[in-house]
């Protein structure tokens, strides 16, 4: 799947704003994102990356600019809304806001029921989510997704966007709230969208899991991309990442203190995580 975005321009309708005066979230954005990526997006607080990840699955329509999914100009309603937000799964920053049933097992089950598949089916789709989320205790199951820690309820958001096998996978923040067993959790999801060849793409301040899953970094800086290209040369590019507020990853920050130190001499490099 091919998802296109040609000089996009978004802007909140702000409360009390100067008539004419709009402030945009996003200016000029344009990308393309197809099959078989892992991206991340990532730059300071308000810069724009969760209005860009809402823009490519449809959830905001653009004020200015061309969306388009596999060359054709996107729809925001009917049929073709419907299954753009089928074929591109996105789970939000906060995870309650798309809460709504009473137990975590009707919670995940709730989109699969709403496109009348049958209850047999649902059960072992339901189980086999659970399970790869590493939250197979079916006590669990039958709980509100209210009551749950922080972890476990964006596992639970994850699993009901997961249940829909999204061709795109989109997540807002991901290792917010997490201890170090749910990060590994979610870098799991992750690389299985990757050997599945299919395309994820995560809006993320965490650098640590950013360095270790992504192949391209988009880097917005005051709703503008400053960066589009391949992980390894990003991190390379201290002005940039001085630009956008972002810390280096601790992997690199130690190969960099072993390097002025002269330790480094023995090892050739520090393995990249994805090698
Ligand atoms: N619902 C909203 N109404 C009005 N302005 C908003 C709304 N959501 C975001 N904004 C503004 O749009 C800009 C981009 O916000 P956005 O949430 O996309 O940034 P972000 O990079 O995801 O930030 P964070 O890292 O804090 O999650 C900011 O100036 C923000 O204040
Ligand atoms: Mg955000």
């Given at each position: 799947?091919?998802?296109?975005?040609?000089?996009?321009?978004?802007?909140?309708?702000?409360?009390?704003?100067?008539?004419?005066?709009?402030?945009?979230a996003l200016a000029g954005v344009s990308l393309r994102i197809s099959g078989n990526e892992t991206v991340?997006?990532?730059?300071?607080?308000?810069?724009?990356?969760?209005?860009?990840?809402?823009?490519?699955?449809?959830?905001?329509?653009?004020?200015?600019?061309?969306?388009?999914?596999?060359?054709?100009?996107?729809?925001?309603?009917?049929?073709?809304?419907?299954?753009?937000?089928?074929?591109?799964?996105?789970?939000?920053?906060?995870?309650?806001?798309?809460?709504?049933?009473?137990?975590?097992?009707?919670?995940?089950?709730?989109?699969?029921?709403?496109?009348?598949?049958?209850?047999?089916?649902?059960?072992?789709?339901?189980?086999n989510v659970l399970k790869e989320l590493e939250m197979d205790d079916m006590r669990l199951a039958q709980?509100?997704?209210?009551?749950?820690?922080?972890?476990?309820?964006?596992?639970?958001?994850?699993?009901?966007?997961?249940?829909?096998?999204?061709?795109?996978?989109?997540?807002?923040?991901?290792?917010?709230?997490?201890?170090?067993?749910?990060?590994?959790?979610?870098?799991?999801?992750?690389?299985r969208f990757q050997a599945d060849k299919r395309t994820a793409v995560i809006a993320s301040h965490d650098?640590?899991?950013?360095?270790?899953?992504?192949?391209?970094?988009?880097?917005?800086?005051?709703?503008?991309?400053?960066?589009?290209?391949?992980?390894?040369?990003?991190?390379?590019?201290?002005?940039?990442?001085?630009?956008?507020?972002?810390?280096?990853?601790?992997?690199?920050?130690?190969?960099?203190?072993?390097?002025?130190?002269?330790?480094?001499?023995?090892?050739?490099?520090?393995?990249?995580?994805?090698?």
């Open positions: 799947m091919i998802i296109e975005l040609k000089d996009i321009h978004f802007s909140y309708p702000t409360l009390g704003a100067e008539s004419g005066d709009s402030h945009y991340a997006i990532v730059g300071a607080s308000g810069s724009g990356k969760t209005t860009l990840i809402q823009l490519l699955n449809g959830l905001l329509e653009p004020t200015r600019g061309q969306v388009s999914l596999d060359g054709e100009t996107a729809s925001y309603r009917g049929d073709f809304a419907l299954s753009w937000r089928r074929r591109v799964g996105l789970v939000f920053q906060f995870p309650e806001i798309q809460f709504f049933e009473n137990s975590v097992f009707d919670e995940i089950a709730f989109a699969l029921r709403n496109i009348g598949v049958d209850e047999v089916e649902i059960q072992k789709l339901v189980t709980q509100s997704p209210f009551r749950l820690s922080e972890g476990q309820k964006r596992r639970i958001a994850i699993a009901s966007v997961l249940i829909m096998d999204p061709e795109v996978f989109i997540l807002d923040e991901p290792t917010t709230a997490l201890d170090y067993n749910g990060v590994q959790v979610m870098r799991s999801i992750v690389k650098m640590d899991f950013v360095h270790s899953v992504a192949q391209r970094i988009i880097c917005l800086a005051d709703g503008k991309i400053i960066y589009d290209g391949p992980q390894r040369q990003f991190f390379e590019l201290k002005d940039l990442l001085t630009q956008a507020h972002l810390d280096l990853p601790r992997v690199l920050k130690i190969e960099r203190v072993l390097k002025e130190r002269g330790q480094l001499k023995a090892m050739t490099k520090i393995p990249h995580p994805m090698d």
